[in-house]
């Protein structure tokens, strides 16, 4: 039986930490265990259009799969049409909650939609949302959760930055553009420590918009509890998790599921995340995390995981019990093997 290629097309790759990168790692390092030759296009560093279309038919895929509609849409589509293969696109995050929406980007995204043979979302209120602007596409739609690859490096960082034992450390896992919010933490964070001396707060992650970068490094001048570590690797990042006591994702928009949030999970951290569609689909409030709508929510929700370490435990396993019970990472990798043999199947019809 011939080996099946597959192209793969993402804004961003290793060693970038970006969601999208984790997840492409994620998928073709398990697509390659079953078998699959892979190859993978990282747009990050501005190649051509057509340097890229050019590889591509080098290649010579039996179909060819893009990450972020926007990003990667037009030439997934267009290297599809020149080989008469398929096209996968995965909807990842802003291309369908920002772009989807913006009057200068939306037809480019209805178009490469359109044009797209499957699409691929991480949850349901993502399929609804996009059949909902574009229904004629709702019958190409396929849900695919993400889940969770979280290799670890040895890396103490409460050394590095000569935390005490019973320092109590909330952690955000970040990407430091507008949509992650990062900074809305610290104010009430900075109440909390009123009471709660031995709270620290770390960001780890790279500057991807510098003026949320510089906006950061203001917002910490006069914090000495708060830390900013710049960008780690993602096995640095994993290990990290096993150090932290409360893991925050502040974001206005997720694409279904972070994959920071899958993996604190995963390492029994408790969760306290912004009541997002996105985070919702992970994260139930007071069972296996917690959710906060407000600043003065996520003060006192902060409060009870810093008075209340069983809580913090409790909501730790439940949110590890989550994790196994329902996102299988051979699970997933099955289900886009079955796509790919569907998408061919339905362009051979065509």
Known sequence: MRQMRLAIVTPFYFPSVRGNSITVQRIESGLRDQGLLVRVWSLEHSPSSREVLQDIEGFAPDLVHGFHATSSGRIVVDAADRLGIPSILTVTGTDANTDLFDPERRAGVIEVLRRATRIVVFHEVMRAKIAGELPVVGDRIRVIGQTVRCREVPFDFRQRLAFAPDDLIFFIPSGIRRVKNVTFCLAPLEALRRHHPEVKVVFAGPVIEEDEGTRLKEELKGRPWAFYLGAVSHQEMCAML????????????????????????????????????????????????????????????????????????????????????????????????????EAIGAEARN
């Open 242 to 341: 096993r150090s932290v006591d409360v893991v925050i994702n502040s974001s206005l928009s997720e694409g279904g599921m972070a994959n920071s949030i899958l993996e604190a999970m995963s390492r029994e951290r408790a969760v306290l995340v912004s009541d997002i569609e996105g985070n919702r689909t992970v994260v139930q409030d007071g069972i296996n995390g917690f959710l906060f709508g407000s600043e003065a929510e996520f003060l006192e929700k902060a409060e009870r995981l810093v008075r209340d370490p069983r809580l913090r435990r409790t909501l730790g396993i439940k949110g590890k019990d989550k994790i196994d019970r329902e996102f299988s990472r051979e699970g997933e990798i099955q289900e886009y093997l079955q796509l790919y043999d």
